[in-house]
Every structure is written in structure tokens, then in C-alpha cells.
């Protein structure tokens, strides 16, 4: 089982690497940011609002909010601006959820039914933060790519380098990390 330092850790990274893609992507055409790639949701726009809506999915399963998400598949948000915008509440919502964690928030068996397949599944609530994260990780690795093969680079993503993340860790959370802290 893993426990709050994972989910404390994996929160600033997920926030951390989302400012990181998204100033990125902000910096190309709006065309740029609409055409298929080919890439598994095949724009860099419906990858970014795919993880968020995985994000939302999630976070309805771990916390209760939302209560209900879209049909798997729905556009959130046609705007670029408005999607970063949602990106970073959700973000600070995660690493507020996070920060907030318990060994009993992760220790109790929830019952789902999956948009995907279907398939009703009981699970540990610590697989389905797990997957909150591993879900935001693989869809930004393709991200990183396609931004790669438009010459784009991404700098670093290897979680050690997030700023400030030892000392938001010792402090329980409660640190500041992000771009402007010292790392």
C-alpha cells in the first residue's frame, strides 16, 4: 500500500509538470494545438483535456466530487484557456487532497462500475489514487513526444526535480513547490 508522502509527492509533480506542458502549449497555434497527430486521442488538446477528465473521474471515485462526470469520450472545454484554467484548480485540488490524506482514506475497499468497460470492480482506494497518477503520467508521456516531434522541448521530467519537493515533504505538505521554489 502506498502512503500520504506518495500521493503528497505525486500531487506536486502531476501540478508541476501540467504548468510546465501547458506554457508550453500555450506558445503554439491554436491549429497546432487541433491537429491529429495520430497520437492515441489523436491532438495535443483532446490529450490535455482527456487527462483532466481522467483526473475528475478519479477524484469523483476518491472524494465523492464531482458526483457524477461526463460520458468517457465528452469534451470539457473547447477553449485552451478555459481548459488550463480548470487544469490548475484541479491541480491545486489534488495536492489539497494529498496534503490531506490518511491511512484510512486509502485502506477501504470502493466499489465502481467503469465507464471504459463497463465492468463493476472492487478495489483498495490506494490502487485507484495509484492510478490517478500513472493515468496523468502515461498521457503526459505522449504529450512530451508529440511536443518533441514538433521540436519542442520539454526540459526535465523526472520527479527528484521538481522544486522544493524534499522540503514540502518534510514539512508534511505544507511547503511551497512549484516553479519559483528553491529546489
Known sequence: MIDADYGRALARYNRWMNERLYA????????????DRGAFFGSIHATLDHILYGDLALLSRLTGDPAQVPRLGVELFADFGELRAERVRVDERIVAWADALTPDQLDWTMRFTSQTDGV???LPAWVIAVHLFNHQAHHRGQLTTLLSQLGIDPGPTDLPKVPGLADALAAGGGAEVGPGAVS
Not at 24 to 35: H, I, K, N, S, V
Request: proline share 13%; with cysteine; aromatic share 0%.
Open 120 to 122: 463493476t470492480r472492487e
Open 24 to 35: 508550453l502549449c500555450a506558445e503554439l497555434p491554436e491549429p497546432e494545438r487541433r491537429r
